[in-house]
């Protein structure tokens, strides 16, 4: 059991914010900022926030964008060898893994976005959709306009979309609304590994959205479905690693993401739940 405290005078629970600004349940999307161990804070406008102690804040910069200024690329930010290097200490994840590989939607739908391919996921995951290959079109597609996608570039036919991962978790519940499934989301930069832990265990699943530094000196973002979570002990030097399993939008088997890499330029958790 996960349990928060907070001592200070007049101080309010989180979730009561969370109320206060959200009038229609199904359609939370609250930013949450951790701003210490024990502070945290929900998003009431463009650059304020409200902590849990009821006071009113300016968003830090350091919440999202004081990160790593090194050029990486995304496969710097995988752990793919796991054994025997590592021994596993904690692990939970949905009782069945869901990806679809990128080469079945451009196949399927001829477009491809990351947000919306690991949307879809969630989809299924919440019995929303069931990838199946004659509905599947209409189904992204109708994503991708709930989001607000927008296309950048066709590369060999297909088409390329960008989603501002502000905007997903809003057009996800509107998805499943339209489809009788109730949902909620909500947005927490600089997450830590209890963050998905309590979301997976809870029977939900989440989208993690993280930035990098390319090699050209460009930002460039990636969303990916976290359906799970495993704490690593390295057994050489006995140091933890925390990673998210995922579904990387990419391919159709686990990956593991190292939530403690030092470069990402931003990272945010996109939680769901039911």
């Not at 995951?125 to 996608?149: A, H, R």
């Not at 391919?251 to 990272?267: A, E, G, H, M, Q």
Request: glycine share 6%.
């Amino acid at each position: 059991m996960i349990c928060e405290y907070s001592f200070e005078e007049n101080s309010i629970s989180l979730y009561s914010i969370c109320y206060q600004e959200c009038n229609t349940r199904s359609l939370n999307t609250s930013k949450v900022y951790k701003l210490d161990a024990l502070t945290y804070g929900v998003e009431i406008s463009d650059d304020e926030l409200i902590t849990k102690s009821n006071e009113i804040i300016d968003i830090p910069v350091t919440s999202e964008s004081a990160r790593g200024t090194n050029p990486s690329t995304w496969s710097d930010i995988f752990i793919d060898n796991i054994y025997p290097t590592y021994t596993v200490i904690d692990i939970g994840h949905v009782s069945q893994f869901i990806a679809f590989p990128r080469s079945y939607y451009d196949e399927q739908v001829g477009r491809y976005a990351c947000a919306i391919t690991v949307l879809y996921h969630c989809a299924m995951f919440y019995g929303c959709v069931t990838g199946n290959s004659s509905t599947i079109s209409s189904e992204y597609i109708e994503l991708w306009d709930l989001t607000g996608t927008s296309q950048y570039a066709v590369q060999n036919g297909i088409i390329l979309g960008s989603t501002d991962y502000t905007k997903s978790p809003i057009g996800f519940v509107t998805f499943g609304a339209r489809r009788g499934v109730s949902l909620s989301s909500s947005i927490i930069a600089n997450p830590t590994i209890e963050t998905f832990k309590n979301c997976i265990n809870s029977g939900n699943i989440a989208n993690l959205s993280v930035a990098i530094y390319r090699s050209n000196g460009e930002q460039e973002g990636h969303q990916m479905t976290a359906e799970g979570y495993m704490q690593l002990k390295n057994v050489s030097t006995n140091n933890i690693v925390n990673t998210v399993m995922v579904a990387d939008g990419w391919n159709s088997n686990v990956r593991y993401v190292n939530l403690d890499f030092p470069d990402y330029t931003r990272i945010h958790a996109i939680l769901f739940s039911r």
